[in-house]
Structure formats: C-alpha cells, structure tokens
C-alpha cells in the first residue's frame, strides 16, 4: 500500500495525505496592502481541489517592513483576517488542512522604506544597508509574530510555519554569515537562536494548533552554519514543541546552487534520524514515485511540492496514477476522474 497517501497527525492536525504544498511567493497584492485577492483564492483552492494534504501560503509578512515586496501578503493587522479567513474556509471545504508561512523578510526586503537585520550588512552589492536591529525592535518583532499567530487563530487556519530559511530574518540572526553581533543575540549557536525560540515561545503561547518551522538546512558556504550547528538548532526546535522541521536550503548569502532531482533529502533524513522529530523534504520532486520513495523509506514524512504543484494543480491525482492508488476525487470532478 502507497505510504505518499496515509494520513499523519501533527500535534492534533490530522493531514489526510503527505502531500504539501510549498510555500511559493506570488507577489501579487498589486494594491500592496497585503490583502488577499481573488488570484489567492484560486492558487490556493485549486491545489486543495486538487487533493494535496496541506496548503500552504506564500511568505506572509508580519510586519509592513518585513515584506519581501511591496506586493506581500500580510497579516499584520486585523483588516487582513476576512479575507485569509474566506481563503481557509475554501481550502477546508475540498479535505485539506490550511498553513500559514509567517515571515520578515530582514535585510532582504525590496521596499522603500527602512530595512532591517541583525547586522547592518547589505544581501550584495545592489541591496540597501539594514538598520542593525537594537533590543526594542527584536522585542516588537516577537510581538508582531505573536500577534500575527493570534490572528493566524481568526483565520482558522490549522498550522502555522516560521520562515527560518532561505536568508531573510530569522535566517539571518541564525547564521554567523550575517549575524555579527556582540550581544546576546549573537556569537555562540545558542545566542543565534535566541530570536527564534523566543518567537516560538511567543507564538505557542496563545496557538493551540501545529507548530512547524522551515529551515535552510545547508548554507553552502564554509563559513556559515555547520551540519551539527544545524542539527543543534533542530533539536532545540523539538525541545521548544516544533512539531515538524520543512528542510529546504540556501539563500543566505549569494551562491550558485546546481539542483538535482531530490537534492534536499539528504540534510532532511539526517535532521530526521538524528533529531527525532518530524521532517518535510523539498527540492525538485517531481513525481510520485520519486515522492513515494521519500515516504516509504522514512527519509522525511512530508513532501512539499512547489514548481510541479505550479505546472499542475492536480499533481497529486498525477502521483496517484502512478502508484495505482485510486484518489477520490470532489464530487464535482468524479466523471473526470474514474
């Protein structure tokens, strides 16, 4: 029997697959007040028609100066919640369970205003210097994702992840790249991860749903977090009630990356046998056989599919003919789909 296609429960979410979507940036609030628009609702509703387990958002910014763009999606403030409320209530009609990916996107925010990271060290040569934060904008930062958690909660979404990856701010307090602080925010692994537990705590504290956290598991670069350095952070994520790590890679400094089929898996199975704990892996999986492997062999318990789920709405119908696994389809789409 296919594994790609058991459920699984993360701390009391009960996903009926082990499909995900990707959390994937759109860039499309052209009114760039972080609303949701009808774009949204039909990218994300199509994958739950589709059959994936988990929606999850693109980047969702926590603060306006923690966009990555001006064209974000937001949640920090209250007018944001009907619309996210209406996305999740359309997720949840078609069987799957909605995430939320909560960010700031640090010294990698394109915006014309003041940006800002743990030191005043621009991304390259193109980037705006950051304001180096000081203790009162780390303690307004924390605030803000506990807000945005609350009304994460509002929007009766399921899961909530923290973009800890792909070089933006939490990112960039974990890495010695681009954390060069003196103070207790820097320096030793324990210091860099202050930010993050601290966000953690925050957020649990008025959260009663599953906690994930998407980690770049490799820097690529000699200088940036080691394998046990990574391996540290994610124990200490299980210890601070991380119900499961999503392991991508990169973007922390400027490198050049060649992908290959699965080439992410590798640090995800290594965090999932050494840590303990529960893993998503992503990075050019593309099939459902590929997929299947992942799962049956205990490499990581989540796949999160992103450009596949781009090309094809219905990749997990596409996975499932596959593996000759008989995938209900919605009601409205059963003739297509015998």
Same mark, same amino acid.
């Given at each position: 029997m296919t594994k790609l296609f058991s459920s699984i429960e993360l701390e009391g979410v009960t996903l009926k697959n082990r499909i995900a979507m990707s959390s994937m940036c759109m860039y499309?609030?052209?009114?760039?007040?972080?609303?949701?628009?009808?774009?949204?609702?039909t990218h994300y509703i199509s994958r739950a028609v589709g059959q994936v387990g988990l929606v999850m958002t693109e980047?969702?910014?926590v603060q306006p100066e923690g966009r990555i763009s001006h064209e974000d999606?937001?949640?920090?403030?209250?007018?944001? /919640? %009907?619309?996210?409320?209406?996305?999740?209530?359309? @997720?949840? !009609?078609?069987g799957a369970a909605a995430g939320i990916q909560l960010a700031h996107a640090?010294?990698?925010?394109?915006?014309?205003?003041?940006?800002?990271?743990?030191?005043?060290?621009?991304?390259?040569?193109?980037?705006?210097?950051?304001?180096?934060?000081?203790?009162?904008?780390?303690?307004?930062?924390?605030?803000?994702?506990?807000?945005?958690?609350?009304?994460?909660?509002?929007?009766?979404?399921?899961? /909530? %992840?923290?973009?800890?990856?792909?070089?933006?701010? @939490?990112? !960039?307090?974990?890495?010695?790249?681009?954390?060069?602080?003196?103070?207790?925010?820097?320096?030793?692994?324990?210091?860099?991860?202050?930010?993050?537990?601290e966000i953690i705590t925050a957020i649990k504290s008025v959260w009663n749903g599953s906690l994930t956290v998407r980690i770049s598991a490799d820097e690529y670069d000699e200088q940036g977090n080691s394998q046990e350095e990574i391996l540290y952070f994610a124990e200490r994520m299980k210890r601070d009630g991380v119900a499961l790590i999503d392991c991508s890679s990169g973007g922390v400094v400027p490198v050049s990356i060649k992908p290959f089929p699965g080439y992410q898996v590798k640090r995800c199975e290594t965090i999932k046998k050494i840590a303990d704990i529960n893993t998503g892996?992503?990075?050019?999986?593309?099939?459902?056989?590929?997929?299947?492997?992942?799962?049956q062999n205990d490499r990581a318990d989540l796949v999160f599919i992103g450009r596949a789920l781009l090309r094809n709405p219905y990749w997990a119908k596409q996975a499932a003919d596959e593996l000759d696994y008989k995938l209900s389809a919605p009601q409205q789409y059963e003739r297509g789909w015998k």
């Open positions: 499309s609030c052209f009114n760039q007040d972080g609303k949701v628009t009808p774009f949204h609702q980047a969702t910014a999606l937001g949640i920090w403030n209250d007018e944001h /919640i %009907e619309g996210l409320k209406q996305l999740t209530e359309g @997720i949840h !009609q078609y640090g010294r990698k925010a394109k915006l014309n205003s003041s940006i800002f990271a743990p030191s005043p060290l621009p991304f390259n040569d193109t980037s705006k210097t950051p304001v180096e934060m000081d203790k009162k904008d780390i303690e307004k930062t924390v605030d803000a994702f506990k807000s945005a958690a609350e009304r994460a909660n509002s929007a009766s979404f399921d899961i /909530i %992840e923290i973009h800890a990856a792909h070089g933006y701010l @939490i990112n !960039q307090f974990l890495s010695p790249l681009t954390n060069h602080r003196s103070d207790e925010y820097g320096g030793t692994s324990e210091n860099r991860y202050r930010l993050l537990s892996a992503v990075g050019l999986i593309t099939s459902g056989l590929q997929a299947e492997e992942i799962i």
